[in-house]
């Protein structure tokens, strides 16, 4: 018997999501599986869906994981348990954060845009505030979300229009291979600031570099790094 890949697994998720979705209501209007393209960073940001409605702009991740998910608010990542065993798995709130923002400012501001991470397995941990939650439940939160302001028709099909113009035609293998990229660059440019304050020099204004502990500052400039 073949395992599914995470891939399909991803896609089946994005797949549950959609449908219950389309049983909203109330006027709403949905983007699925939708890239934009950040021109400055050149970073794309690929985004499962996103859900136009009167009580807000809803940016929606999906997590499709087996398993026991535990947080700990003090790690950047979070840890998903199968059979007794642990691995390691990157924090979808941070992802969506970014993604949040992104859409935020591509209508300029004007609108309230809310993350939200559903876990399509129904195994969301509890965080207080944060929008992490099950499948069974996405309908109700969307339903009773606290909004300010509520959206009008003319005004969703305006947003819809917006999205849908400004999202970019990046396939998946394309925002695959910026990330991978971005990532290289980004682990290039630790790796010469790890040999920098290895030698005791800071990389931004050559001064000498002093540590406390893990922590190390420099004494001629605000640069600082964390090892």
């Not at 608010?73 to 059979?83: G, L, M, S, T, Y």
């Not at 065993?85 to 859409?103: D, V, Y």
């Not at 190390?216 to 600082?224: I, L, N, R, S």
Request: a positive charge; proline letters at 4%; aromatic letters at 8%.
């Amino acid at each position: 018997m073949s395992t599914m890949s995470k891939a399909t697994r991803g896609e089946q998720g994005e797949k549950l999501v959609a449908l219950e979705l389309e049983k909203i209501k109330e006027y709403h209007l949905v983007l699925n599986d939708v890239t934009f393209l950040n021109k400055k960073s050149e970073m794309t940001h690929q985004i499962d869906h996103i859900l136009i409605h009167s009580h807000g702009i809803f940016v929606i991740e999906t997590k499709n994981y087996f398993g026991e998910i535990k947080v700990d608010p003090d790690k950047p990542f979070w840890e998903k348990i199968v059979n007794g065993k642990i691995e390691r798995i990157n924090n979808p709130l941070h992802q969506n954060k970014s993604h949040a923002i992104t859409i935020y400012k591509t209508l300029n501001g004007e609108h309230e845009v809310i993350p939200v991470v559903v876990f399509v397995k129904n195994n969301a941990p509890y965080l207080g505030d944060e929008n992490v939650i099950n499948l069974e439940d996405l309908l109700l939160f969307i339903d009773s979300f606290p909004y300010k302001h509520k959206i009008t028709k003319p005004t969703i099909d305006k947003v819809y229009s917006v999205l849908k113009r400004r999202s970019s035609d990046v396939s998946k293998e394309e925002h695959l291979e910026n990330i991978g990229y971005l990532k290289q660059i980004k682990k290039e440019i630790k790796d010469e600031i790890r040999y920098a304050v290895e030698n005791r020099k800071c990389p931004r204004c050559g001064k000498k570099i002093c540590n406390k502990g893990n922590l190390f500052c420099c004494q001629g400039c605000d640069f600082h790094f964390h090892f």
